[in-house]
């Protein structure tokens, strides 16, 4: 069972260049979620998607972006990249809101931005 | 703005001791909390959850505490195991949210 797949697992940006961090999922969820976390820090909502063509932002979405064309698929989209980028991301997802089904997380994508 | 927190950053323990991590949260409007597991280089793994009209939930080693009167969740973990050594996390959700407030973690090392 692959779950939630993310790629890339480790990039290095220079400061300005722009990617797109990938994350797919085969178990028919409709929510999706992107998540950073900082060192040391828990974890904050960049955006989110209860549904195909449906897209919200979270606490912290400046700088990012996503899409939501398929039900499997919710790609991030880093648009000139800055050093307080620098963290892990995690997309995860789950069939349903929150408060009964549970989320699954991806194993994370570690960004450097230099 | 509300948030959840947590009161032990880093909690060392004999394997075979029970652990306790606490978590406190401040939005009373919070009816869903759910502790998460995450080892080191992975993503958060669900442990167990409980609802605000429980005050308690047993799961195997583990049992989360919700106390409402003062916005206190804890997870205690029986016989601690060095393979629970990891960094433990409490999340919130309000009924009809779409999303979860998650805390800053306390990380538990479990010595053998």
Redesign the interface.
Known sequence: NAG?TQTPKFRILKIGQSMTLQCTQDMNHN?M?W?RQDP??????IY?S?GAGIT?K?EVPNGYNVSRSTTEDFPLRLELAAPSQTSVY?C?SSYG????N???????SWLTVV | GEN?GLHL?TLSVQEGDNSIINCAYSNSAS??F?WYKQES??????IIDI?SNMDKRQGQRVTVLLNKTVKHLSLQIAATQPGDSAVY?CAE?????????????TMLLVSP
């Open positions: 939630v929510y979620y998540y040391g820090m828990g974890l904050k909502l989110y209860v919200d979270g995690f995860a809101d929150p408060s009964g549970t989320i699954y997380f991806g194993e994370g | 959840v950053p009816d869903y759910i280089g992975k993503g958060p793994q669900f609802r996390f959700n309000i009924k009809g949210y779409s999303t979860l407030t998650f805390g800053k973690g």
